[in-house]
Nanobody
Framework: QVQLVESGGGLVQAGGSLRLSCAAS????????MGWFRQAPGKERDFVGV????????LYADSVKGRFTISRDNAKNTVYLQMNSLKPEDTAVYYC?????????????????????WGQGTQVTVSS
């Protein structure tokens, strides 16, 4: 069982930056692929990015590529989402998620149902 707690959300002006954190419980954190998703009001939950369990592979949605970066610190059981050059359309509740599956093809992690554990979400609001 893994519990995930996100933090770091807030209100920021367009062009600004935020770093979200996702703290995980459990001793097997390093064996999970860690993903980030977001959900805007009235919309479906969308994939943002994923970092493989071994940290060697990443995949990002086209909408955030070049602006967002996922990293992890296994010693702290924490995964981060660094968000730069934020836009109003990035406004959403952001969720981190953990997948115990070790796919060799990182695109398999695009689907939300590949993840077994989810955090409660943190609100990010970008003003224009």
């Amino acid at each position: 069982q893994v519990q995930l707690v996100e933090s770091g959300g807030g209100l920021v002006q367009a062009g600004g930056s935020l770093r979200l954190s996702c703290a995980a419980s459990g001793r097997t954190f390093s064996s999970y692929a860690m993903g980030w998703f977001r959900q805007a009001p009235g919309k479906e939950r969308d994939f943002v990015g994923v970092l493989s369990w071994n940290g060697r592979s990443t995949l990002y949605a086209d909408s955030v590529k070049g602006r967002f970066t996922i990293s992890r610190d296994n010693a702290k059981n924490t995964v981060y989402l660094q968000m730069n050059s934020l836009k109003p359309e990035d406004t959403a509740v952001y969720y981190c998620a953990a997948s115990p599956r070790r796919y060799s093809t990182i695109s398999y992690y695009l689907r939300a149902d590949e993840y077994a554990y989810w955090g409660q979400g943190t609100q990010v609001t970008v003003s224009s």
